[in-house]
């Protein structure tokens, strides 16, 4: 039978981590391995990374709720501060964060946002914004840890057990015991999800932990069997836990030689994802299934965080670069925008968290990864007409992440420029129009006597761009109806008078041809504009 060793707080594993390791794994992942995914699976897509800052030193960002809410911690690897961030209010310290038996100082988050995590003396804890922390103890022994929390409140991890014997000497003698899964909830306290089989007695470090746990009270994670292997640890094997069914053993010879495979989720509808020598996920409905076969993947592998669309997050690494892929659910491989760092967690609207640059204690950044709509545009510019001294209007309708909007405008060489709000200033140094709104989607041109007689600014467009896009909208006309003296939207027999009483009293609206005198120049040059009409 193929199997793996367990060999708690002795382990080594692939080239990629995830949050609900160890810190003494962690230390051992810089393996270099070399690994290939297969490009026909590869789909181009598009996000945006949002560094979330650090309450000082490095900060990972470790899980994410529905609501966005991100948890981490800042320090080093081993422990620091812990922290929740919003987009509204940034970075919050809820105090000092380490690590337990296997697990490190990873924090957790449900939708109502309560944190589970790690205490810096070795106690697993629950925060909130009401009650604060609260230690939730251990299984008798003397450190415990947490891995994850979900909507109810329920709080799974690990803790030392307590074994007792009596000496030679008839001494009753109690130390901690082998480290044991445990399910903690306000009503109940802290339960131990026991071993598949695995040693009571102390001495081994051989127990079990748990890794996750799903809004229906199902726990995943990795447990001791009953049979040594011959090398300083027992076989051990990923479980499903349950009320009424207790821990199930899910490991199947599908996943090929591996000693350590390890669950490091599971999502409402009861699917496991993980690793071993390859990424593999299981449900009850499928058992254990190789994901390589669905990735294209063709060396060592792993998934960390499957969502209840059946989406997951998978890594590989090549030339020790870990590389992020999130399979969508008709299984196209995108890549995710991650420098050589690592992500942990991601919500049912696909965001996912992480850290680029993990590789040292001190070079962190946590970082919020999200799908960026591209921009898409719904209603176009459209050519505009108008009178000598008035304002003109163009305006876009767009759709995408949030979206910028620069205005431009075309010289009479055909060269086009962005515009500012405020004066606008033509070829000879002339002020022509005064501009409002050229970063939005609706642009005002307020357009003065020497417009007409400018060659520049009779095309305008829209600029639309966002951190994954960018679009131009059609370049639309900007026509000057000079006989539209009036400014009433009709060409009649009104303007024609309007404009003879102007020109009669030398008035400056009759300087039609902008040359910045009123003679019979501009009234040849109306009559000629009235009778084309606009």
């Not at 590389?323 to 196209?332: F, G, K, M, P």
């Not at 405008?409 to 022509?432: K, N």
């Amino acid at each position: 039978m193929i199997a793996l060793v367990l060999q708690f707080l002795n382990e080594s594993s692939s080239g990629f981590r995830h949050r609900r390791l160890s810190h003494v794994a962690r230390r051992l992942l810089c393996i270099p391995l070399v690994a290939m995914c297969s490009s026909r699976s590869i789909a181009q897509s598009h996000y945006k990374v949002t560094y979330l800052g650090t309450l000082g030193g490095a900060s990972y960002a470790t899980d994410i709720n529905e609501a966005g809410e991100v948890v981490g911690y800042c320090g080093t690897q081993f422990g620091g501060r812990g922290f929740i961030w919003t987009a509204a209010g940034g970075m919050e310290d809820i105090g000092p964060v380490g690590g337990g038996i296997q697990l490190g100082p990873e924090l957790s988050i449900n939708n109502h946002g309560q944190v589970s995590g790690t205490s810096d003396t070795g106690q697993a804890f629950i925060w909130d914004r009401v009650n604060g922390r609260r230690i939730l103890g251990t299984l008798g022994g003397t450190v415990s840890g947490a891995s994850g929390i979900n909507d109810s409140g329920q709080v799974v991890g690990e803790s030392y057990t307590l074994y007792c014997y009596v000496d030679g000497n008839g001494n009753l003698i109690c130390q901690n015991g082998p480290a044991h899964a445990f399910l903690w909830h306000e009503s109940t306290g802290m339960i131990d999800l026991g071993t598949l089989g695995g040693p009571t007695i102390t001495g081994t470090s051989a127990g079990s932990v748990a890794m996750a746990i799903n809004n229906m009270g199902e726990v995943t994670g990795i447990a001791a069997t009953g049979t040594w292997a011959g090398n300083g640890g027992y076989y051990g094997h990923p479980f499903v836990w349950s009320y009424g069914q207790g821990m199930q053993d899910i490991w199947s010879p599908v996943i090929p030689n591996a000693w350590q495979v390890w669950p490091y989720d599971i999502s409402d509808e009861g699917t496991v994802v993980g690793r071993a020598h390859v990424a593999f996920l299981w449900s009850s409905t499928t058992g254990m299934d190789d994901l390589c076969s669905i990735t294209g993947c063709t060396s060592p592998s792993g998934a960390i965080a499957v969502d209840v669309h059946g989406r997951f997050v998978w890594a590989i690494t090549i030339d020790w670069n870990n590389y992020y892929y999130l399979s969508t659910e008709d299984r196209q491989q995108e890549l995710l925008p991650l420098n050589n760092g690592i992500l942990f967690a991601m919500n049912n609207h696909g965001q996912i968290v992480g850290a680029n640059g993990y590789y040292c204690d001190s070079c962190g950044a946590a970082v919020l990864i999200s799908r960026c709509v591209e921009a898409h545009l719904h209603e176009d510019c459209v050519d505009a007409s108008i009178c000598s001294g008035g304002t003109a209007a163009f305006g876009v309708s767009a759709t995408g992440d949030p979206l910028a909007y620069r205005w431009q405008a075309r010289a009479q060489d055909g060269t086009w420029s962005d515009v500012g709000d405020g004066p606008l200033v033509d070829e000879l140094g002339s002020t022509v129009a005064v501009i409002s709104g050229s970063a939005s989607a609706s642009v005002a041109i307020a357009v003065n006597q020497s417009f007409a007689s400018s060659a520049d600014f009779r095309e305008w467009r829209c600029r639309i761009s966002n951190e994954c896009s960018e679009l131009l909208s059609r370049a639309a006309l900007l026509m000057l109806c000079i006989a539209d003296f009036d400014c009433s939207g009709f060409v009649d027999t009104d303007d024609f008078d309007a404009f003879v009483h102007a020109f009669e009293a030398g008035d400056d609206t009759a300087d039609v041809d902008g040359s910045g005198f009123v003679d019979t120049d501009d009234f040849d040059f109306f009559v000629r504009a009235f009778e084309a009409g606009c």
